[in-house]
């Protein structure tokens, strides 16, 4: 895989060229000039066509031009098509629909994409990953679409609205430029990797920058919408105050597509938005969350999204989840113990911020506490005195907090690579997040074995932000 990193340059070549060569029957890529190399040499006559032969030979050069300005890829998306593929997708599921009609968004919507026109070039890589990347390019007409509905809701100036458009829209350009395979992992990243995937937010941000037309917020929010505001966030770690707030809400319309959509954790329903927001209070600002929660909780949203009275709670797995979820939180206190020693760690900040925002679920909502399990197990013992809805509620908020400590494993695990800690914490910590790995809902990050020791080689912490206190 070619390294992607933060230095990086328009006119250097790397997967997107592969990319290219893989629409080839659907999509060829042309040269619409020559195409030389920074030396001066010819490696692409006008009118070629990149194939998988010639990405193979492009791959290897510095472009003279950014690639972007000598090609022409056939059959490209147009603004009418991005219209009408946002309208089906949100006009086909109706809860999304109801949303939609509650906020009175399709003026608006329509209004945006021909506020200013889309770069022919943007347009070109949304067509790319449209063929290679599917599920990337449906995420991110939803968040074209959810982004700017949300900061009409939060009544920011309607001039702002173009700029939440455009982040949701572009905000994964960068993955472009990194291995399929990476860029749609859900886990079990090799450290090579992890690395690319860390950067696409940078690389993302500089693409669009050198098309002219995009305003600060729109390239910050690219550049920080992995960003997190309990600081477990990448590349990095900012604190919540250095998050742009139109970051927070393309990084929350991400996590909700994913609730929504994604077949290793989606339910197709709004009411499953409400556990994660209510577990996740802080992680995205939470003025923001306040405000879907308020949406989804609107008589007129919330008499079409309740929960099914007659559906049935498994009492015996809420059980079991909330006496995992018990021993992840006394985990979490030897975690945070340690990284208490490291407070110039920004990833030792990012756990105990993390944690600490943890023990406010818990201490609010009692997730994980001896109470909770001896009220489970008298439910269990008496069945016909059950609330099933408020068992049900229970079981989410359970699974959801459950999915936020793969979050603070992620960061325990970067942590114990890290060159600043002592041998005896790095022994402990690897003990430590060993004993969360069973208690996950699904395979964590990173593939140990695979990179370990490369990433001890490397021994790099998240480049610091600036203006942090």
């Known amino acids: 895989m070619a390294d992607v990193s933060t230095e990086y340059q328009l006119n250097q070549t790397d997967e997107y060229v ?18 030389y190399n920074d030396q001066g040499v010819l490696l692409l006559a006008k009118g070629a066509t990149i194939t ?12 003279k031009k950014e690639l972007d300005q000598t090609i022409h890829v056939s059959n490209s998306l147009t603004v009418y098509d991005i219209l009408n ?8 599921n109706s809860e999304l629909n109801l949303l ?21 070039q943007i347009l070109q890589r949304l067509t790319v990953m449209s063929r290679v990347m599917p599920e990337v390019y449906q995420r991110s007409l ?30 994964d350009i960068g993955l472009m430029h990194i291995e399929v395979e990476a860029a749609t992992a859900r886990h079990s990243l090799t450290y090579q990797q992890w690395r690319a995937v860390k950067t696409h937010p940078i690389v993302g941000r500089i693409i669009l920058e050198n098309r002219k037309i995009y305003d600060l917020d729109t390239l910050d ?56 927001l209510e577990v996740n209070p802080a992680t995205f600002g939470t003025k923001l969350s306040d405000t879907v929660l308020g949406l989804l909780k609107d008589p007129h949203i919330s008499s079409h999204i309740t929960s099914d009275p007659d559906l049935k709670p498994d009492l015996k797995k809420i059980t079991s989840d909330n006496t995992q979820v018990s021993a992840l939180f006394s985990v979490a206190a030897e975690i945070n113990d340690i990284a208490t020693h490291y407070p110039r760690s920004r990833l030792a900040r990012g756990i105990t911020d993390l944690i600490a925002q943890l023990r406010w679920v818990q201490d609010s909502a009692g997730l994980g506490s ?18 099933n809805i408020e068992l ?62 490369e990433a001890q080689a490397d021994n790099t912490e998240p480049t610091p932000a600036p203006s942090e206190s």
């Open 18 to 35: 592969n990319h290219l060569a893989k629409v080839e029957e659907t999509n060829a890529a042309k040269a619409s000039e020559n195409i």
């Open 52 to 63: 998988e032969k010639v990405a193979g030979l492009l791959i290897q050069h510095q472009l």
């Open 85 to 92: 593929q946002i309208l089906e997708l949100v006009e086909s």
């Open 100 to 120: 939609h009609q509650q906020m009175d968004f399709e003026v608006t919507l329509r209004q945006l994409l021909f506020t200013k026109p889309i770069p022919s």
């Open 142 to 171: 939803f968040s074209a679409w959810f982004t700017p509905l949300i900061a009409k809701r939060m009544n920011v100036p309607s001039h702002s609205f173009f700029s939440a458009f455009s982040a949701g829209l572009a905000h």
């Open 221 to 276: 929010a690219i550049a920080d919408h992995h960003e997190r505001s309990d600081r477990s966030g990448y590349p990095a770690v900012k604190a919540g105050k250095q998050i742009n707030w139109l970051a927070s809400i393309v990084a929350l319309s991400d996590q909700l597509f994913e609730i929504y959509f994604d077949p290793e954790y989606g339910r197709k329903s709004l009411q499953a938005w409400i556990p994660f």
């Open 370 to 387: 001896d109470h909770l399990q001896e009220w489970l197990e008298w439910s269990q013992k008496n069945p016909d005195t059950n609330d």
């Open 392 to 453: 049900v509620e229970i079981g989410e908020l359970l699974a959801d907090l459950r999915w936020r400590f793969r979050r603070l494993w992620s960061l325990a695990v970067e942590l114990s690579w890290s060159a600043v800690l002592s041998a005896e914490h790095q022994t402990s910590l690897e003990k430590l997040y060993a004993q969360i790995t069973p208690y996950l809902p699904c395979p964590g990050r990173f593939d140990l074995e695979s990179f370990r020791a």
